[in-house]
């Protein structure tokens, strides 16, 4: 992949470069605009201030959420805009729609060193459309406003969309300094990490994570299992587990996974339950093999954390994605910030597996700099490890 530093060396002043970014952000809940975590624009922030630097034109794009490939007020980047701006330090301009009328106006306007951000690329069904044609339509509209594109939306390269895969075969193309980053953080997970290495997986499925189970399941030292999907796994030791989140159709699944893994998966010993699901409810703290029927496991125990935490001790490698409990609830975030504090004492190469995880660092307040990298892409970290080719990637390497 050719890099962004190879493209400021070649010159950008007065050209316009098309940057893909990843402002896909979390909104507060039942607080349309207020944005909860702006790790993502942050971390754009110090491509888009290298090209405006240079005197580069510079046309920023991105998703946010899932629209039905219309305009839908509830996913606008308006807001996004706006903290966009506050953290540039420099005005940005926002385009109302994304290849339509505002956005020719806008980016006419643009000067060097100036910044417009389109609207939600998913408001056009060409971003999404598994049909070439249209999407490479789409494609040619967004490749018209520039010069040059950049990827730096690495959460968005195992997407197969307009803006991260078509685009490249029609503009001049390269990798923003995120995703380089990110692709030489993956490559040392996956290729050569230093050992013990130690993986811990939370979140609520099984599924989700099965095909990065397999994959690390030779590389890993220890895998800890925490978050909704242990409840599975202990359901297919023989344990009841009450109300707790179940996939029925997984067992046969975990039962093979802990036959073949033998003690490199570590299981919570203690689990806090709860009587229902919400901030009040009743809860208690009970060994993880004894769950009272119909109450709900939320989180992981205090005995778990200390257990997962003597598992970390000395590891050389460490990666973690999904959080151990329902952190944004405040009686069930103990465990995930146990297990997140425990990583930040580790004196070893530590990678924090995007999406809900990077998002419970910073919701518990945790300093970023205390871990060795804290990914943007949750679901394009997955299927790295996972071994799947990337679309986006592949674009880039063409």
Not at 110 to 120: A, D, F, Q, R, Y
Not at 220 to 244: N, P, R, Y
Not at 356 to 365: E, F, I, T
């Amino acid at each position: 992949m050719k890099s962004l530093e190879e493209l400021l060396d070649q010159g950008v002043s007065g050209r316009r470069v098309l940057v893909r970014a990843d402002l896909n952000v979390p909104f507060v809940k039942d607080s349309p605009g207020q944005i909860a975590d702006d790790g993502r624009i942050r971390a754009v922030l110090p491509t888009i201030t290298a090209l405006r630097d240079a005197g580069a034109s510079v046309i920023v794009m991105s998703h946010l959420g899932r629209p039905k490939g219309e305009p839908d007020p509830k996913f606008s980047l308006a807001p996004v805009a706006v903290r966009f701006e506050e953290l540039l330090g420099s005005p940005v301009a926002f385009a109302a729609d994304t290849v339509g009328d505002s956005a020719q106006s806008a980016v006419a306007a643009l000067t060097g060193g100036g910044v417009v951000l389109l609207e939600n690329l998913r408001f056009n069904a060409g971003e999404t459309s598994k049909d070439d044609a249209v999407r490479g339509a789409f494609a040619d509209q967004l490749a018209a406003f520039g010069d040059v594109y950049v990827d730096d939306a690495f959460g968005a390269v195992h997407r197969k969309h307009a803006s991260v895969y078509d685009i490249a075969s029609r503009l001049p193309h390269y990798a923003g300094g995120l995703v380089l980053r990110e692709v030489e953080v993956l490559k040392r997970l996956t290729e050569d990490p230093a050992t013990p290495y130690v993986v811990i997986l939370g979140g609520s499925k099984v599924s989700d994570k099965l095909a990065v189970i397999e994959a690390l399941l030779g590389k890993a030292d220890k895998l800890l299992i925490g978050g909704g999907m242990c409840f599975t796994f202990l359901k297919a030791q023989g344990h009841e587990v009450g109300a707790s989140l179940l996939q029925e159709e997984m067992l046969d699944t975990c039962r093979d996974l802990l036959a073949r893994a033998g003690d490199r998966i570590v299981l919570p010993t203690d689990v806090v339950v709860a009587d229902k699901f919400a901030a009040d409810a009743r809860t208690d703290t009970v060994a993880a093999t004894a769950i009272p029927a119909g109450w709900l496991g939320l989180d992981i125990g205090p005995q778990s954390v200390a257990l997962f935490t003597e598992a970390l001790s000395g590891a050389k490698t460490v990666f973690w994605n999904g959080p151990m409990g329902v952190f944004e609830l405040a009686p069930f975030a103990n465990g995930t910030r146990g297990v997140a504090e425990a990583i930040t004492k580790v004196d070893g190469f530590t990678v924090v597996g995007g999406g809900d995880s990077a998002a419970a660092v910073r919701a518990l307040g945790l300093d970023d700099a205390a871990f060795g990298h804290i990914s943007t892409g949750g679901g394009a970290s997955l299927e790295y490890l996972e071994g799947k080719s990337l679309p986006g990637l592949e674009a880039l390497e063409a």
